[in-house]
């Protein structure tokens, strides 16, 4: 009923930029929080950027100042430009949006969705 899919990883060099996307569709009433979070083989999950329906930004240190995180509510689109990529950076990035659907018979939510994920490699 709900979909979140993600595009635009990829390999790039360091110090390259990517912009990453996903869209959200299905039966959606709203959506509250949408963000990224990544994960680096070996390591937990954690946050990259959220931003709130009213429009407050969280960053991870780590990317303060090289990623910005912008959101088309009118699409259910959240993006991520990334400049300066290092090789850190290097992970599979997940879309996630906190969001209330229609069932069909009823209203659920707000329910944590997350994307398929989307490989980036910041490799020379």
């Known amino acids: 009923q709900v979909q979140l899919v993600e595009s635009g990883g990829g390999l790039v060099q360091p110090g390259g930029s990517l912009r990453l996307s996903c869209a959200a569709s299905?039966?959606?009433?709203?959506?509250?929080?949408m963000g990224w979070y990544r994960q680096a083989p070996g390591k937990q999950r954690e946050l990259v950027a959220a931003?709130?329906?009213?429009?407050?930004?969280n960053y991870a240190d780590s990317v303060k100042g090289r990623f910005t995180i912008s959101r088309d509510n009118a699409k259910s689109t959240v993006y991520l430009q990334m400049n300066r990529l290092k090789p850190e950076d290097t992970a599979v990035y997940y879309c996630?949006?906190?969001?209330?659907?229609?069932?069909?018979?009823?209203?659920?939510?707000?329910?944590?969705?997350w994307g398929q994920g989307t490989q980036v490699t910041v490799s020379s």
């Open positions: 996630n949006a906190d969001l209330i659907y229609y069932t069909g018979s009823y209203y659920r939510g707000p329910v944590d969705y």
């Open positions: 299905g039966s959606i009433s709203s959506i509250n929080t």
């Open positions: 931003v709130t329906s009213g429009g407050t930004i």
